[in-house]
Structures are given as structure tokens and as C-alpha cells.
């Protein structure tokens, strides 16, 4: 039997640069000096935060206080982002993720946890921290807290733990991370460096959470539905795909949440919402990203007139929640800031409307030829996306280019071309029926589209119409249109109630709150092109 050559495994490079084979040193140093550096708990019992709010009064405690015991005692633990020796004392700066706190470390007063010199010949702790810490070490510190006579609150350390000695420094703290892509791929650092970022991915789970609690506390169900399916709807996108080698069939990643969802509102469950990754595999800007994080709720027995005001109910909450006040300072993609109110209720109007009103653009009385000659000649659109292009999707399109940038406080856009969805029920306006128009609104903030929601089609007849018309578009070579979905139409022949269906993209949600330019900016670990 021939054996099997055995393949080499390159080490990185930065297994070859200076810092790494220095702190690799020092942790070999600080193991032989019996101080393990990688312990596995610590018992904290502060925050920075909570001690800067807690102590306010500068005279509290001295030094003298601190280094007697006297004064109040903390017990916190963190990353050392400042290093300083000073004499007989090293001053530094330990982050939590709450903040900084100030901290010293005393010739003869600071232990460390597993040190004990032997002889006189063995250095003294601070000299082992000063030798052996480096800035991004972790420590657990306990002490006793005082103010200097700078005026800022300080723990005095009496015992010192090492939690993890790092191999790898951090960013230079002057040019920082100055490199967005380097941002976005190495997270970590940038939440270490950057407290606005991490303030930002701080926000968006605050956010979450408070969503959740808001449909709990209406009634809401929440589920989970498969992200691995079958067949794929529920939006106009092109759908990533995968291979399922125990059924060897071909799978694709949902698009939307919609469909499943719609079939457990047959089966009974009257309101559910589910919260959970979306793919679409689409173009990568500043509002959108191929993976991204959807929130979908289902309410049986409602219409897009409840979820107007269930919508602008829970972006008021959160606000509120968060921030004390409807009103927010918040930034258009061009730097320009506005104070947005979200108080309720919003501006509500027709898409007709709106681009009468914004565009001064009465569609009804242009014909599809006009108002495709009008496309062409003030918009950059392409000519071939506009061929074949019916008169619902031309008022949508001339809504995209000459409206939506105008809708800076909210709104809800309601009543849309069927072109724009064959997942909506026609509109109960006999007129507006004929027209083609139906109950479907998004909400637009910072004129970014913040959500979409319709009275739920659950005609079974007309859904099919309209599903076999994407099917047909598929088979005509739309990649952004749906295969026939038998599945789902078997479910709505079963029946399913009058419904309300709501969509809300959390990324940008959290944009809005945060105040964040690009979506990269809210999402932990944003697709990135791979480096070399």
C-alpha cells in the first residue's frame, strides 16, 4: 500500500513578524514565573459605566484611602488599551464593554494572581506587569477606587488576574483602522477601536429585542420556518442554490419568509412573526446586502389599515425605548441632517398621489408611451428594462426616480400596481380594482423603503393567474421571477383567512436608529470579497 504523502500546512504570516514572537516570549515568561495566563473564570463584579454613574462625589476617597483598603472596593475586568509606567506606579486604562475605567498599579501594594517572589532576586509584580502586559492583554483587577486630584475615578489594584495574554497588538491607536474593508473583515478589531461601532452592533440587539417584546406584548406567535427549500417566492429576486446530496435535488436559500408563514396562518395560528436570514443573490450597495436579516409578521383577520398603525406604533416605540423622544437626529446618504419625528400617525398617501404631489406628475393623464419616453429621457434606466415594461410598472418606476428621494419624514406609499406583486389583494375601490391597483404599502424614512405590507391575496383562482404568469416570465428567461409554487396554492385552496402581512428589514431599521451611512456598518460580519 502506497502511503499517503503528507501535505504541509503554511503557518500564517504574521507567525513571522516581531510583536508575535515577542508576546510568545513573554507568555512562555509568565507560565515559567507559575501565573496562568489563560484561566478560566473570573468572577466580575463591575462595570466602568456603573462606577462612573455610582461615584460622582470627588471627594468620596483619596489615594491614601484606596491604598489602606478603606475606600470603596470594585472588582472589574477588561482589555488594557492605555499602559503608562510612572515611577513607583503604572497607570493604564481597562475597557469593558461598558467603557473605560482608570486604573493603577502599586509598587508595593499590587499582587498577581499565582505570583509569589521567592528570593529577593525575583521581580516584583509591577515589574512583571510592566515587563509582561502589553496593550489588548486582558485583566480581572480588584482593588479599591479613588479620585485623583485630576478629577478622575481610579481603582487602585491590590490583586491582579491575567485572563488571556494576547499574541497579536492591536491597531496603531493614531492611524487606527482607517480602512473600511479591513473594518468590516476583522470586526472584532473594529469593535475593540472603534466605540461608535461597537456602539452601533450594541443598538441593533437592543433593537431586536425590543421588537420581539412588542409582538409579544400584541399577542404574536413567534416561528421558525425552513431556510433551505424546495422551491423558492414570496419576492421578485434571483435565489442562491445548493445541492442536497441525501436527495440529490437541487435546494435554494428562501428569498423571503413569506410563503412559509402564509401556510401556518392556513393551519390555524391567527398572528406570528418570525425574525431570520433572507438571501438574494443581488447587487452588494449602501442599503443592501446579499444575506440580510428579515422580520415578517402574519395577522389573520386584518387589513393593511391595521398594520399602518401597528408599523408606526412600533418604530414610535422604539424610539421611545430608546432614545425618550420621537424625535431623532438622523443623516441622508448626501450628509445632510434632519430631525425625524416619528410620532404617530404618519403621512399616508396613494402612489399616484405622491408623485403628483413630489414629481408634479399626473399619470393618469400620460399614456404608457409617454410615460415610457419620459423614463428615457430624465433617467438613467435601461432602455431594455423598460421595453416590455406594462403601465403598473412604469408608475412604479417613475415613482422610484423622481419620488423616493423626496421621502425624508415618514411615510406610508399605499396602493400600488398588481405589476408590483402578485402576493396582494386587489384593492376593495371598485375603481382603483379596475385599475389594477392593490392594497399594498411600504413605509419610507431618509428616503430608504423601510417596509412592505399588504392585505393578503388568499383568492385562490387569481392566485394562481398571477403565480403561473411569474412562471411563465421564468420560462422566458426572468431570473427574478418565481417558479410555479403548487405547494402553496394547494394551501390557500384549503383556506386562509383575510390577512394582514407585514415585512421589515432589521438592517435597515437599525440604519435609521443608529444613524449609520451603509448597511455594512449595522451588520456583524457583512459579505466581503475574499482577500488574497
Not at 35 to 47: C, Q
Not at 194 to 218: E, G, H, M, T
Not at 484 to 502: K, N, S
Amino acid at each position: 500500500m502506497t502511503p499517503v504523502k503528507e501535505k504541509s500546512i503554511e503557518p500564517p504570516e504574521y507567525h513571522s513578524i516581531e510583536e508575535y514572537q515577542n508576546r510568545l516570549r513573554k507568555l512562555q515568561e509568565l507560565k515559567d514565573l507559575n501565573i496562568e495566563p489563560y484561566p478560566h473564570k473570573f468572577d466580575r463584579k463591575d462595570l466602568a459605566e456603573e462606577l462612573l454613574a455610582k461615584y460622582t462625589d470627588k471627594d468620596f476617597a483619596h489615594f491614601d484611602d484606596a491604598a489602606s483598603g478603606s475606600s470603596p472596593s470594585a472588582t472589574i475586568a477588561g482589555r488594557v488599551v492605555l499602559f503608562r509606567p510612572m515611577g513607583k506606579n503604572i497607570f493604564a486604562q481597562i475597557q469593558d464593554p461598558t467603557g473605560r475605567l482608570q486604573v493603577i498599579f502599586n509598587r508595593d501594594l499590587t499582587q498577581i494572581e499565582g505570583y509569589t517572589p521567592k528570593s529577593e532576586s525575583d521581580p516584583k509584580p509591577i515589574k512583571v506587569l510592566e515587563k509582561k502586559v502589553d496593550f489588548g492583554d486582558i485583566l480581572g483587577i480588584e482593588g479599591h477606587l479613588f479620585y485623583t486630584q485630576k478629577g478622575e475615578l481610579t481603582l487602585f489594584a491590590k490583586k491582579v488576574t491575567i485572563l488571556c495574554k494576547t499574541l497579536l497588538p492591536l491597531p496603531d491607536k493614531h492611524s487606527g483602522l482607517a480602512d473600511k474593508g479591513m473594518r468590516y473583515r476583522k470586526r472584532w478589531l473594529d469593535m475593540i477601536v472603534n466605540k461608535p461601532a461597537f456602539d452601533k452592533l450594541v443598538l441593533r440587539s437592543r433593537i431586536v429585542q425590543r421588537i420581539r417584546q412588542y409582538f409579544y406584548d400584541n399577542n404574536f406567535l413567534e416561528v421558525e420556518t425552513p431556510v433551505l427549500q424546495n422551491s423558492y417566492g414570496g419576492a421578485k429576486a434571483k435565489p442562491f442554490m445548493s445541492h442536497l446530496n441525501a436527495l440529490d435535488q437541487d435546494m435554494f436559500l428562501r428569498i423571503s419568509i413569506e410563503i412559509a408563514l402564509k401556510k401556518l396562518i392556513v393551519g390555524g395560528m391567527d398572528k406570528i412573526f418570525e425574525i431570520g436570514k433572507v438571501f438574494r443573490n443581488e447587487g452588494i450597495d449602501r442599503t443592501h446586502n446579499p444575506e440580510f436579516t428579515m422580520l415578517e409578521c402574519y395577522a389573520a383577520y386584518w387589513d393593511y389599515n391595521d398594520l399602518m398603525t401597528f408599523t408606526e406604533n412600533l418604530f414610535e416605540t422604539i424610539a421611545l425605548d430608546l432614545f425618550g423622544d420621537t424625535k431623532i437626529q438622523m443623516s441622508t446618504e448626501d450628509g445632510q441632517s434632519h430631525v425625524i419625528d416619528l410620532k404617530t400617525p404618519w403621512k399616508r398617501m396613494t402612489m399616484k398621489e405622491s408623485i403628483k404631489t413630489y414629481a408634479n406628475i399626473d399619470v393618469d393623464k400620460l399614456s404608457e408611451k409617454q410615460m415610457h419616453e419620459l423614463l428615457i429621457k430624465e433617467t438613467r434606466l435601461d432602455k431594455g428594462h423598460l421595453k416590455d415594461a406594462n403601465r403598473g410598472s412604469l408608475i412604479a418606476y417613475i415613482f422610484e426616480e423622481f419620488v423616493e428621494h423626496f421621502l425624508i419624514q415618514p411615510h406610508h406609499i399605499i396602493d400600488h400596481p398588481i405589476e408590483t406583486t402578485p402576493l396582494c389583494k386587489l384593492h376593495r375601490n371598485p375603481e382603483l380594482k379596475k385599475e389594477g391597483f392593490v392594497e399594498r404599502f411600504e413605509s419610507f424614512i431618509l428616503c430608504m423603503e423601510m417596509t412592505n405590507a399588504y392585505s393578503e391575496l388568499n383568492d385562490p383562482l387569481i392566485q394562481r393567474d398571477l403565480l403561473e404568469e411569474q412562471a411563465r416570465r421564468k420560462l422566458a428567461g426572468d431570473e427574478e421571477a418565481n417558479p410555479l409554487d403548487e405547494e402553496f396554492l394547494e394551501a390557500i385552496c384549503q383556506g386562509m383567512p383575510p390577512t394582514g402581512g407585514l415585512g421589515i428589514g432589521i438592517d435597515r431599521l437599525t440604519m435609521l436608529f443608529s444613524n449609520a451611512q451603509a448597511i455594512k456598518d449595522i451588520i456583524f460580519f457583512p459579505l466581503m470579497r475574499p482577500e488574497d
